[in-house]
Antibody, heavy 120, light 113 residues
Framework: EVQLLESGGGFVQPGGSLRLSCAAS????????MSWVRQAPGKGLEWVSSIRGSGGATYYADSVKGRFTISRDNSKNSLYLQMDILRAEDTAVYYC?????????????WGQGTLVTVSS | DIVMTQSPDSLAVSLGERATISCKSS????????????LAWYQQKPGQPPKLLIYWASTRESGVPDRFSGSGSGTDFTLTISSLQAEDVAVYYCQQHYSSQITFGQGTRLEIK
């Protein structure tokens, strides 16, 4: 069974940084695009960023472009999200999600999420 | 960005009755070269991550009960639950991946009447 396990969330002050990680198992990690999707408390889903299987192409929501960086290490079956210049509106549960294919498709597996709280 | 608009925002349906949720996109999500609509539906129960129900607008994900169906093309899509069960209480989201700027609808909360 595919497993995605996020880590790295926590409490940070505005302007600070955090690095999220997602450990993947039970599928050929390098063959699939991976994404981060977030959900603010009591709100809907917001796509954050995606990266193709090879890691050669990355995509970002306008709300995080220039502040967040997605990356992956296919040798470690791991996905990352470096979050800099954090704002209060970045407070959310961050989900790691597996794409259906190597391109930008729908998401067939999701992790349980990691909570990021940005507050002074 | 492609804006996804769901209706209604909330819906109460009796057990065993049909539930219908609409999703409209601000531009077509039909990729003409392969005739596929880049539209998915998800179910999210409280405290859980979303679960993929439908992809390519009408293809049911493995393991999803056949009471769930998706239809539509271009800019107008529908998720139908043919006979509502208690375990279907959830928030439902549509999502487009036609654009690399993926967007979700605002969600529809489905409850039992």
């Amino acid at each position: 069974e595919v497993q995605l396990l996020e880590s790295g969330g926590g409490f940070v002050q505005p302007g600070g940084s955090l690095r999220l990680s997602c450990a993947a198992s039970e599928f050929t990690f390098s063959s699939y695009a991976m994404s981060w999707v977030r959900q603010a408390p009591g709100k809907g889903l917001e796509w954050v960023s995606s990266i193709r299987g090879s890691g050669g192409a990355t995509y970002y929501a306008d709300s995080v472009k220039g502040r967040f960086t997605i990356s992956r290490d296919n040798s470690k079956n791991s996905l990352y999200l470096q979050m800099d210049i954090l704002r209060a509106e970045d407070t959310a549960v961050y989900y790691c999600a597996k794409g259906v294919g190597s391109g930008i498709y729908s998401f067939d597996y999701w992790g349980q999420g990691t909570l990021v709280t940005v507050s002074s | 960005d492609i804006v996804m608009t769901q209706s209604p925002d909330s819906l109460a349906v009796s057990l065993g009755e049909r539930a219908t949720i609409s999703c409209k996109s601000s531009q077509s999500v039909l990729f003409t070269s392969n005739n596929k609509n880049y539209l998915a539906w998800y179910q999210q129960k409280p405290g859980q991550p979303p679960k993929l129900l439908i992809y390519w607008a009408s293809t049911r994900e493995s393991g999803v009960p056949d009471r769930f169906s998706g239809s539509g093309s271009g800019t107008d899509f529908t998720l139908t639950i043919s006979s509502l069960q208690a375990e279907d209480v959830a928030v439902y989201y549509c999502q487009q991946h036609y654009s690399s700027q993926i967007t979700f609808g605002q969600g529809t909360r489905l409850e039992i009447k």
